[in-house]
């Protein structure tokens, strides 16, 4: 069973920068899947940060202006998420989740992100 | 950038009601269209894939249709571990793979 956990700090300082880890237990973090991370900020919804395909590249959210960095350590089958220049506006609990591949399977040749960490609550705040 | 809006924005409903959840997208999606519930204090679950595809687990009561910009999450009798907030997100290129504000769905 595929299991997600997410770790880091959970108070940043403004202007710092946001570290998180997900390690994934019961599957190799080096196949066909891509590896997300998502935020909800305080009762607001869903937010889209980005993911990572151990493979090859890594993509994230425009809206986040160049300060994310995801990157992978099949080595440790982690993945982890850099924010910088936080502020009170990235206060939210992230969670990280893996978009698992189907390939011809289904039409998109993505289940979607079916395993999902516990999420952490990150607060930026002097 | 593809948006997604869905409506209602909240509804309330009674146990054994049907609810019906729209989701539309700025620009076609094709059928790269997925549906999330998520209860507070949980981590999101995915329930469908593909626009209409049942994730492995995920009740008969749920079902979902559409394909390029207007889609529907229908689930056909409440149960009490139904109320939630859901999401639709799509997965066409390019990215961001944005979500959907969400639909509430709360007990009357």
């Known amino acids: 069973q595929v299991q997600l956990q997410e770790s880091g700090p959970g108070l940043v300082k403004p202007s710092g920068t946001l570290s998180l880890t997900c390690v994934v237990s019961?599957?190799?973090?080096?196949?066909?899947?891509?590896w997300s991370w998502v935020r909800q900020p305080l009762g607001k919804g869903l937010e889209w940060i980005g993911e990572?395909?151990?493979?090859?590249?890594?993509i994230d959210n425009p809206s986040l202006n160049n300060r994310v960095t995801i990157s992978v350590d099949t080595s440790k089958n982690e993945f982890s998420l850099r924010l910088t220049s936080v502020t009170a506006a990235d206060t939210a609990v992230y969670y990280c989740?893996?978009?698992?591949?189907?390939?011809?399977?289904?039409?998109?040749?993505?289940?979607?992100?079916?395993?999902w960490g516990q999420g952490i609550t990150v607060i930026v705040s002097s | 950038e593809v948006v997604l809006t869905q409506s209602p924005a909240s509804v309330s409903l009674s146990p054994g009601e049907r609810a019906t959840l729209s989701c539309r997208a700025s620009?076609?999606?094709?059928?790269?269209l997925f549906w999330y519930q998520h209860k507070p204090g949980q981590s999101p679950r995915l329930l469908i894939y593909?626009?209409?595809n049942r994730a492995t687990g995920i009740p008969a009561r749920f079902s979902a249709s559409g394909s390029g910009t207007d889609f529907t999450l229908t689930i056909s009798s409440l149960e009490p571990e139904d109320f939630a907030v859901y999401y639709c997100?799509?997965?066409?290129?390019?990215?961001?793979?944005?979500f959907g504000p969400g639909t509430k769905v709360d007990l009357k």
């Open positions: 989740a893996r978009v698992s591949y189907c390939g011809g399977e289904c039409y998109s040749g993505y289940h979607g992100m079916d395993v």
């Open positions: 997100q799509h997965r066409s290129s390019p990215p961001p793979f944005t």
């Open positions: 593909d626009a209409s």
């Open positions: 990572i395909y151990p493979r090859g590249n890594s």
């Open positions: 620009h076609s999606v094709s059928n790269f």
């Open positions: 019961g599957a190799s973090i080096n196949t066909n899947d891509w």
